[in-house]
T-cell receptor, first 114, second 116 residues
Framework: GAVVSQHPSRVICKSGTSVKIECRSLDFQATTMFWYRQFPKQSLMLMATSNEGSKATYEQGVEKDKFLINHASLTLSTLTVTSAHPEDSSFYIC??????????FGSGTRLTVV | QQQVKQSPQSLIVQKGGISIINCAYENTAFDYFPWYQQFPGKGPALLIAIRPDVSEKKEGRFTISFNKSAKQFSLHIMDSQPGDSATYFCAAPSMYSGGGADGLTFGKGTHLIIQP
């Protein structure tokens, strides 16, 4: 089956620094990738949608200058959290689309900002 | 505006029993209704999904029932096992439509505990 690899699984960074999270589709090409954020004991919230070779589309309330998304190839999308602060600590999950309604999720990245 | 309303928030079921989780949606344009299972510290995994042209879909112990007129769909887990203890989310495509696939809007989740 389709596999999406997300790296790193856990990261701790100091406040004010930037962190990059990678999302790779291992055995299929993903024209569309999605980034979600999940706070403890809460649901997943869609942050942004990225299509290969074009700018990402951000959901309302998500700061595009803070959460930089690059989707440079059909198998790789990256999320960079810039100038991270403790309130950015969360579980970030990517998802890759195999078609209009085929979604495969990565295993998530636990970000802790200290 | 909550587009997908899920209930109950938590559920305790005895081993071997039937677990039932419900979801209601608002947008009649939605045409894909998946259920996801998530274990702590992991990403969600697709359990089963349905399109609105059928009223029921069964895969092993998992069944989706879909009621288009009521704008509701539910997940039934038959012969529930302790290994089914997890958080379950219903979802539907988000309102955004920029071509290609749409992101998913998730329900708030149901924490299911199967007691041995």
């Amino acid at each position: 089956g389709a596999v999406v690899s997300q790296h790193p699984s856990r990261v701790i960074c100091k406040s004010g620094t930037s962190v990059k999270i990678e999302c790779r589709s291992l055995d299929f090409q993903a024209t569309t990738m999605f980034w979600y954020r999940q706070f403890p004991k809460q649901s997943l919230m869609l942050m942004a949608t990225s299509n290969e070779g074009s700018k990402a589309t951000y959901e309302q309330g998500v700061e595009k200058d803070k959460f930089l998304i690059n989707h440079a190839s059909l198998t790789l999308s990256t999320l960079t959290v810039t100038s991270a602060h403790p309130e950015d600590s969360s579980f970030y999950i990517c998802s890759a689309s195999q078609g209009v309604y085929g979604y495969t999720f990565g295993s998530g990245t636990r970000l802790t900002v200290v | 505006q909550q587009q997908v309303k899920q209930s109950p928030q938590s559920l305790i079921v005895q081993k071997g029993g039937i677990s039932i989780i419900n979801c209601a949606y608002e947008n009649t344009a939605f045409d894909y209704f998946p259920w996801y299972q998530q274990f702590p510290g992991k990403g969600p995994a697709l359990l089963i999904a349905i399109r609105p042209d059928v009223s029921e879909k069964k895969e092993g112990r998992f069944t989706i029932s879909f009621n288009k007129s009521a704008k509701q769909f539910s997940l039934h887990i038959m012969d529930s096992q302790p290994g089914d203890s997890a958080t379950y989310f219903c979802a539907a495509p988000s309102m955004y439509s920029g071509g290609g696939a749409d992101g998913l809007t998730f329900g708030k989740g149901t924490h299911l505990i199967i007691q041995p």
